[in-house]
């Protein structure tokens, strides 16, 4: 099946810091999501974007379907963006069931 | 709140139980999803039912059993359950089929497998 890779593992901020998330996938895919759990376990669906950009505030998403990456971006950041960032890849051609990847750790500091 | 909410919110089990997990949608969704999240794996997405149809995870074992009854309501039937089956189970519903749609997640149900 296909892998599904995100770095870093782990990240610390200063509030007001500007990171950048990644998630490389191993395969073609039909769909790629990012997800934000915050630290008491809910679960936020943060953006589906199989190809291109997307902006939502101070996050935005890049997926480079040819090259099988995306790039989660978070500016000026916030203690509220503390949590673990998830990407999720469904394989083209494959069932419908996506692929979680095992998250980015983030902890942003006031 | 989200508009999904699940129940229970905790939930011990022996392995020779029967229980139910119930998650329940006020958004108007028509699609509905069961995720599991244990410690020691990624999330992993168990079934989907969306416009009547239900699509399953193929590596989920027959010990779960979802159900249906309508676009508002979900079920998830757990027997004869494994130590490693606990995690915390998460519900969420969207609008449209397939992963398009955003999805709205419950809270979970913790469930702990004795």
């Known amino acids: 099946g296909i892998q599904v890779e995100q770095s870093p593992p782990d990240l610390i901020l200063q509030e007001g810091a500007n990171s950048t998330l990644r998630c490389n996938f191993s395969?073609?895919?039909?769909?790629l999501q990012w997800f934000h759990q915050n630290p008491w376990g809910q679960l936020i669906n943060l953006f589906y974007i199989p190809s291109g950009t997307k902006q939502n505030g101070r996050l935005s998403a890049t997926t480079v379907a040819t090259e099988r990456y995306s790039l989660l971006y978070i500016s000026s950041s916030q203690t509220t963006d503390s949590g673990v960032y998830f990407c999720a890849v469904e394989q083209s051609g494959g069932s419908y069931i996506p692929t979680f990847g095992r998250g980015t750790s983030l902890i942003v500091h006031p | 709140e989200t508009g999904v909410t699940q129940t229970p919110r905790h939930l011990v089990m022996g392995m020779t139980n029967k229980k139910s997990l119930k998650c329940e949608q006020h958004?108007?969704?028509?699609?509905m999803y069961w995720y599991k999240q244990s410690a020691k794996k990624p999330l992993e997405l168990m079934f989907v039912y969306s416009l009547e149809e239900r699509v399953e995870n193929n590596s989920v074992p027959s010990r779960f059993s979802p159900e249906c009854p309508n676009s508002s309501h979900l079920f998830l039937h757990l027997h004869t359950l494994q130590p490693e089956d606990s995690a915390l189970y998460l519900c969420?519903?969207?609008?449209?089929?397939?992963?398009?749609?955003?999805?709205?997640f419950g809270p979970g149900t913790r469930l702990l497998v004795l």
């Open positions: 395969d073609s895919v039909n769909n």
């Open positions: 958004l108007g969704h028509n699609a």
């Open positions: 969420a519903s969207s609008q449209g089929s397939g992963t398009s749609g955003t999805q709205y």
